[in-house]
C-alpha cells in the first residue's frame, strides 16, 4: 500500500495503491495527512470511522470527508489509517480507523474539501489504484 502527492493546479492530488480497495482508501487517506503535514507526532489514540455509499467513488469520497470532518471535530489529524471496503446489494461500506494527532502538537496546512475532479477507482493487475484531489 502506497501514496504520491501529485502535483494540480490550485489544489493537491493523491495517487494511491494497495493490494486490496481497501488500503488504497487507507493509503488515499495516509496521503491525505501527508498533504497536511510534513512530520507526524508519535502521539493520538485511534478512533473508528464508517461510511456507506450507492458508488465506489461516493465511499471514497465520503471516507475521506468524514476524516476531514473527524479532524475538525476532535482538532485532530487522522493518520495511519486501516480501512476495509465492502460491497452489498448495490451499496458500499467503508469501515476504517485512524490514529488522531492533536492538530496542537504539529503545523498542518489546511484541506477543505474532497472533489470529484478527475477522481478515479479502478482496480489494476496488482490490486486497486485511487486518485483523489483535494481543495486547498
Not at 481497501?22 to 503535514?37: R, V, W, Y
Not at 488522531?100 to 478515479?120: C, D, F, N
Request: proline fraction near 2%; charged fraction near 25%; aromatic fraction near 6%.
Amino acid at each position: 500500500m502506497s501514496y504520491e502527492l501529485q502535483a494540480h493546479t490550485a489544489d493537491v492530488a493523491v495517487e494511491a495503491t494497495g493490494e486490496t480497495l481497501g488500503d488504497a482508501f487507507a493509503a488515499a487517506a495516509d496521503g491525505m495527512a501527508a498533504a497536511q503535514c510534513d512530520d507526524i507526532p508519535d502521539a493520538g489514540e485511534r478512533f473508528s470511522v464508517s461510511v456507506t455509499a450507492e458508488r465506489v467513488e461516493a465511499a471514497l469520497l465520503e471516507y475521506l470527508d468524514e476524516l476531514i470532518l473527524e479532524r475538525d471535530l476532535r482538532s485532530q489529524l487522522p493518520v495511519d489509517n486501516e480501512a476495509t471496503v465492502s460491497e452489498l446489494d448495490g451499496e458500499w461500506t467503508v469501515d476504517a480507523t485512524a490514529r488522531g494527532v492533536p492538530l496542537a502538537q504539529m503545523t498542518a496546512r489546511e484541506i477543505k474539501a474532497v472533489t470529484y475532479s478527475e477522481m478515479a477507482v479502478e482496480e489494476t493487475g496488482a490490486g486497486w489504484r485511487v486518485y483523489v484531489v483535494f481543495d486547498v
